[in-house]
């Protein structure tokens, strides 16, 4: 993938129950909801956030928010069992010392996609991302620094984590439409948390 861009098969497994059973929670208080573009579409991924910084985008723009714009209050706590999830993923992959404030929680349905973009709105890019995949498989694109480059196509499956940094810290990535293809704890969706230092 790159120097300082992993895969981690199976990675987030044992954490699995513990993500699900706080999703309840996270959506009791900041449902998930499409977003709309500062284009004007409205995102085919349903998403709400966790911990200090959420991630949204409206007709303004893309960036973070400490309040949910759903009802103006802050983001729910983002759970402790979450920060060691990905902190000992960033250290299996060479990142210490990472402590994410920032856990965008994404939902796709069969058809969701997400179009191939570079993570830019943190403050700044020392701190690598990571991507915890639960539920049905996805097509993850990873492309280059520039949106023309061309992508390669992982797999993603229930557990795994792509972590990614350094140098391929801006590197563009994306999913592809979901196929229906029914996980066995999850039905027909598949959850997605990016950590992230955004603040
Ligand atoms: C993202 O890029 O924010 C999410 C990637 C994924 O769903 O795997
Ligand atoms: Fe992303």
Not at 21 to 34: D, K, L, N, Q, W
Not at 114 to 139: C, W, Y
Not at 140 to 162: A, P, S
Request: charged share 20%; with cysteine.
């Amino acid at each position: 993938m790159g120097s300082s861009a992993f895969v981690l098969r199976g990675f987030a497994l044992p954490y699995a129950d513990a993500l699900l059973s706080a999703i309840t929670g996270i959506e009791a208080s900041s449902p998930f909801r499409h977003m709309v573009t500062p284009g004007g579409f409205t995102m085919s991924v349903a998403l709400t956030n966790c911990g200090k910084w959420g991630w949204i985008a409206d007709r303004r723009g893309y960036r973070y928010s400490g309040l949910d714009p759903h009802h103006g209050q802050p983001w729910p706590a983002m759970p402790k069992i979450f920060e060691k999830l990905a902190h000992e993923a960033a250290i299996a992959a060479g990142f210490n010392d990472f402590v994410p404030d920032a856990c965008l929680v994404n939902r796709y349905l069969p058809g969701s996609r997400l179009s191939l973009h570079q993570d830019k709105n943190e403050r700044d890019f020392e701190a690598p991302i990571i991507s915890v995949s639960l539920g049905m498989m996805a097509t993850f694109l990873f492309g280059g620094n520039e949106r023309t480059d061309k992508t390669i196509k992982i797999t993603l499956y229930h557990g795994d984590v792509v972590a990614w940094g350094g140098k391929d810290r801006l590197r563009y990535h994306g999913v592809m439409p979901l196929k229906d293809q029914p996980h066995p704890v999850l039905g027909s969706q598949r959850i997605n948390f990016t950590f992230r230092k955004a603040g």
